[in-house]
């Protein structure tokens, strides 16, 4: 089992950048597949950006392409979303999710929120116009 803390949310004007990060507490960092994911008001949750155990892939939603970036550091527990040029309708909860797909699925990246077994309690990210 494992917790999962973000940090990094604020309130940022369009163009703006912002990093969130997650910090994992628990064992087993390395076999779990990790994702952002956000919600706005009214919409439902949607997937942001996924990463593979190894790292070595990375999954984005089409739109959000070339503006953020997902890593991972394995060593430290932690994952991070790099969110450049924000803009307003980037404004939602932006939650850490992880699944223990198994250190033998090192390319494996789950494509569903619901595929998401441990969460954290989100941060907010609000850009203004």
């Known amino acids: 089992q494992v917790q999962l803390i973000e940090s990094g949310g604020g309130l940022v004007q369009a163009g703006d950048s912002l990093r969130l990060s997650c910090v994992a507490s628990?064992?087993?960092?390395?076999?779990?597949?990790l994702a952002w994911l956000r919600q706005a008001p009214g919409r439902d949750r949607e997937l942001v950006a996924g990463?593979?155990?190894?790292?070595?892939?990375?999954y984005y939603q089409d739109s959000l392409k070339g503006r953020f970036t997902i890593s991972r550091d394995n060593a430290k527990n932690s994952v991070f979303l790099q969110m450049n040029s924000l803009k307003p309708e980037d404004t939602a909860v932006y939650y850490c999710?992880?699944?223990?797909?198994?250190?033998?699925?090192?390319?494996?990246?789950?494509?569903?929120?619901?595929?998401?077994?441990?969460w954290g309690q989100g941060t907010q990210v609000t850009v203004s116009s």
């Open positions: 628990g064992r087993g960092f390395s076999v779990y597949a």
């Open positions: 990463i593979s155990t190894s790292g070595y892939k990375t």
């Open positions: 999710a992880a699944d223990p797909v198994g250190s033998t699925s090192s390319h494996y990246i789950p494509g569903s929120p619901d595929d998401y077994d441990y």
